[in-house]
């Protein structure tokens, strides 16, 4: 091979040599590139997620966070047995329950909306002072007509709400609703469309006037050139109103049980109103079977027979114990509040002889009575109760809880 020949192919190899390794330089940079540059986006990626709780210029909306943890209050209607709520709202805010909203029908819009403007024992306390003095002839003055054929009259109600105007004014702290310490919405029942009406804000005691107007016994309210009636008339415990406003714990005050069950129809009268009510439970009914999984729902509830009539306050005291009485049940089972609830002592039976229990068993008390008192023979420490038996105990005996009288049987008809 001639050395012209040689030094060709030495610069050809050479040549794809030098080719070769610059190509693998690229493509190793290239790499090294690639990879830097994914490492920097993880590294980006993973210091922003960790300074995202503190970023203050973070995107999330924080309603969207208070609405995901919002408490919901919502009070159904009742009459005058709202007084029942009276006494379970004296138990939440004795446990420092306060709600984020609170919704209203009916009576439980005055309550609500009385609640809404001071959230604590005190406001509570006036709260429970204006329905003790309330009385029948306060709302629903007596004329010399009464009686069924006051129905009858030319009206387009039996009694003016002139009566419940000045004790719904003289008891609220404030004169709108936006002003309330607690967001509040009460419900009414459009005349123009039979539609569901929410008031959020405006004059508190025509918006409160317009959701307790019952029909036929007060008149329509009117506000903005729109007449209304009783909100409970189509949603008389608003429990979807709170769940569409994104609460997740709903605490619900009713007045009574919420499945109605109508007593036996005597009069085409009492039919109709039979009628009513049945559509009126029905739809918390409804809206409680479509309850979303994420909703929590939590029931107060008042007994059946509570009150003779729509206009009965004679038995307000004894309502706001029950109501008081259902309340503390439903705050120890479920935590309500911030307060926790208090162990109640444990009362010490009373051992009693049952001459009707076989002669055995009744031996065996009759030695555990005797035991119990050979323990302590001093006569002082001995008081007989009024049934002629014996109890024996060192410390003095605790006071008696006073008497609450037996509720009436008959049905309140109200809303």
């Known amino acids: 091979m001639t050395e012209a020949a040689s030094t060709t192919t030495f610069a050809v190899v050479f040549t794809l040599f030098a080719l070769a390794a610059l190509l693998l330089i690229v493509l190793t940079l290239r790499y090294v590139v690639g990879l830097a540059t994914a490492s920097r986006a993880r590294w980006i990626a993973e ?88 009385r029948r002839e306060d709302i629903y003055p007596q004329g010399r007509l009464h009686g069924p054929w006051l129905y009858l009259q030319q009206r387009d109600a039996v009694y003016a709400n002139s009566g419940l105007r000045a004790i719904v004014a003289a008891g609220f702290p404030h004169e709108s609703l936006e002003d309330a310490v607690v967001p509040v919405e009460v419900v009414a029942t459009s005349l123009v469309d039979g539609g569901e009406r929410w008031f959020t804000h405006g004059p508190a005691v025509d918006a409160v006037l317009a959701s307790s107007a019952m029909p036929a016994i007060f008149p329509p309210v009117e506000i903005d050139g729109e007449k209304y009636i009783d909100g409970g008339v189509v949603d008389n415990v608003p429990i979807q109103r709170a769940i569409d406003a994104g609460a997740t714990r709903i605490v619900v005050l009713l007045c009574a049980p919420p499945i109605f069950q109508p007593p036996v129809s005597r009069r085409p009268v009492e039919g109709m109103v039979n009628a009513l009510f049945i559509a009126i439970h029905a739809r ?73 229990r076989p002669t055995e068993e009744r031996r065996a008390v009759e030695r555990r009575s005797g035991d119990r008192r050979s323990d302590d023979t001093d006569p002082a420490n001995a008081q007989s109760s009024s049934d002629g038996f014996t109890d024996v105990t060192d410390a003095p005996p605790e006071p008696l809880a006073r008497a609450v009288p037996d509720p009436v049987t008959q049905p309140d008809p109200g809303t």
């Open 47 to 134: 210091q922003g997620d960790a300074s995202a709780p503190e970023d203050p210029t973070d995107d999330e909306d924080p309603e969207e966070d208070e609405a995901e943890q919002m408490t919901a209050l919502v009070l159904g209607g009742g009459s005058s047995r709202g007084a029942i709520q009276i006494g379970m709202l004296q138990v939440l805010t004795e446990h420092g329950f306060v709600p984020d909203r609170i919704f209203g029908s009916s009576v439980g819009a005055i309550n609500g909306v009385g609640f809404a403007a001071d959230p604590t024992r005190e406001g509570v306390e006036r709260m429970t002072q204006v329905w003790l003095h309330i």
């Open 284 to 356: 918390f009914v409804r809206d409680m079977a479509r309850l979303p999984e994420d909703v929590e729902v939590i029931v107060c509830m008042g007994p059946e027979g509570t009150s003779r009539d729509f206009d009965d306050f004679s038995t307000t005291e004894h309502l706001i114990a029950l109501g008081r009485a259902e309340a503390s049940e439903v705050v120890r089972r479920y935590a309500l509040g911030t307060i926790a609830y208090p162990a109640p002592p444990m009362p010490v039976p009373t051992v009693r002889p049952d001459t009707d």
